[in-house]
């Protein structure tokens, strides 16, 4: 996990899937950080970090999105991201676009910069209010949440909520089936996944899922759906409120 950076004002980086298809996402990121007195901006030139065309190997709009990224996020203060695939593409990808050191220096300068809600919430220590949420979720380790390393500190977050039972699902499941393009180059193998994904779920006897993911929020609320399943799922800020 990287260092975080606390000083300056916060600047929200939110992934384009949250912002146009779960914004209440959005919404409790934003009342989250209100409520904690932090001051905060949301630049609404921000777009799509790239990730997926990072994953497609199409470089030509990877590095024109990246760029843009850099560009809008340039300057001092933290970048908070309430997603851990967007948080790792910027880390991680954003550098194997750099053609001399001196731009990779003019990279890291604003990529070192972006953290993943959770981890900058835990590193500033203990929340000062008590969430609550009466019920028994799981917390969806996903595969980015995994690479990234940052489900630590959802859990030191999560231990704060009184009420709530945290419960997990067997290690055997590692992936929802989501996989950003791969459930739209596999369609039919990724609802396979994701289905049994969700039978594992419901033998936890949870309630619900807490996701550090919206699409992974999104794909398995679907799936859910479409098998009439009364499953709930929720964004790690939505709990936290």
């Known amino acids: 996990m ?10 929200l980086f939110l992934p384009c899937i949250l912002d146009q298809c779960l914004p209440r996402v959005g919404e ?3 009342a989250l950080l209100t409520r904690l007195g932090v001051a905060w901006h949301y630049p609404e030139e921000q777009t799509c970090c790239g990730q997926f065309a990072f994953t497609l190997g199409n470089q030509t709009t990877a590095r024109r999105l990246a760029r843009h990224f850099l560009k809008v996020f340039a300057g001092e203060g933290p970048i908070i991201c309430p997603s851990a ?20 220096q003019e990279i890291l300068a604003v990529t070192s910069r972006v953290f993943e809600l959770g981890e900058w919430l835990a590193a500033r220590g203990p929340l000062p209010w008590t969430p609550r949420f009466n019920g028994t979720l799981v917390l969806h380790r996903s595969c980015k949440a995994r690479e990234l390393g940052v489900l630590p500190a959802a859990e030191t977050l999560l231990a704060q909520v009184a009420g709530l039972t945290l419960v997990s699902v067997s290690p055997y499941y590692t992936c929802c089936g989501f996989g950003g393009v791969f459930s739209a180059q596999h369609p039919q193998l990724s609802r396979k996944i ?12 949870a309630q619900g899922l807490i996701s550090l993911e919206g699409g992974c929020l999104l794909f398995l609320k679907g799936l859910a759906a479409d098998q009439g399943l009364d499953f709930a799922f929720y964004h790690l800020a939505e709990i936290l409120m």
Not at 85 to 104: F, I
Not at 194 to 203: M, T
Request: charged letters at 20%.
């Open 2 to 11: 990287a260092e975080v950076e606390m000083a300056g004002e916060v600047r």
């Open 28 to 30: 409790a990121v934003a």
């Open 85 to 104: 695939s967007c948080t790792l593409t910027v880390r991680r990808d954003y550098v194997s676009l750099a053609a001399t050191p001196a731009v990779r």
């Open 194 to 205: 994701g289905a049994a994904y969700l039978e594992a779920l419901q033998a936890t006897g």
